[in-house]
């Protein structure tokens, strides 16, 4: 049973439009994280959310974290070709004791 | 600074063979992991490290194990891999360990590319 639902899984786009990435849960977290990763490379931390509610911005992307803590959506502004990459939603669960990963969503930005 | 280096960065090995992954990280974080990672999938995870003790051990195979010196270093032995073993391997550390209630950001290394023939 995947513990984190991640949609879609892939995504292609022309650049200059926007997009949503979810990440749902029936499971609580304590915190969640995005990462963004690149073939070949390790996943590089863009944010981490904490607060049920929460919204953090990070240049032309928006992270909103759910009122309950079992989802969270990655939102970005006119995508551009540098945006491509394997996107990943992480997260602290507190039933399984450990974190766990969605399955990502393979972003392609063609200019 | 956040960083977690990896050595070396491309290893290929034949099946009888021995060696070793290396991970170090100098940010003072208590908690250090091991991921495999396919193409296109998410990193599954394989260890946990806990203040230097081993505290999750995802009922992954003899052939690999793990080793934490000190809390800056990690390794990880492989011996008599399989060729389905080749994959992207990718270690992390966090501040604190998985639900401590503190800081558990994992933040993760560039990986070792690992190809065993």
């Known amino acids: 049973t995947q513990l984190l639902e991640q949609s879609p899984q892939f995504l292609s786009i022309q650049e200059g439009e926007n997009l949503t990435v979810y990440c749902n849960s029936s499971s609580v977290f304590s915190s969640l994280q995005w990462y963004r990763q690149e073939p070949g490379e390790g996943p590089v931390l863009l944010v981490t959310?904490?607060?049920?509610?929460e919204v953090k911005k990070l240049k032309r992307l928006t992270f909103q974290f759910g009122d309950a803590r079992k989802d969270s959506s990655l939102h970005i502004t006119a995508a551009q070709p540098g945006d491509t990459g394997l996107y990943l939603c992480?997260?602290?669960?507190?039933?399984?004791?450990?974190?766990?990963f969605g399955d990502g969503t393979t972003l392609t930005v063609k200019p | 600074d956040t960083e977690v280096t990896q050595t070396p960065k491309h290893l290929v090995m034949g099946m009888t063979n021995k060696k070793s992954l290396k991970c170090e990280q100098h940010m003072g974080h208590r908690a250090m992991y091991w991921y495999k990672q396919k193409a296109k999938k998410p990193p599954e995870l394989m260890f946990v490290?806990?203040?230097?003790?081993?505290?999750i051990n995802e009922s992954v195979p003899s052939r690999f194990s793990p080793e934490c010196p000190n809390s800056s270093l990690l390794n990880l032995h492989l011996h008599a891999l399989q060729p389905e073993d080749s994959a992207l391997y990718l270690c992390a550390s966090s501040q604190d360990p998985p639900l401590a209630g503190g800081h558990e950001t994992q933040y993760f290394g560039p990986g070792t590319r690992l190809l065993v023939l």
């Open positions: 992480a997260g602290e669960d507190v039933n399984a004791g450990k974190s766990t």
């Open positions: 490290y806990s203040y230097e003790k081993l505290s």
């Open positions: 959310v904490v607060t049920g509610g």
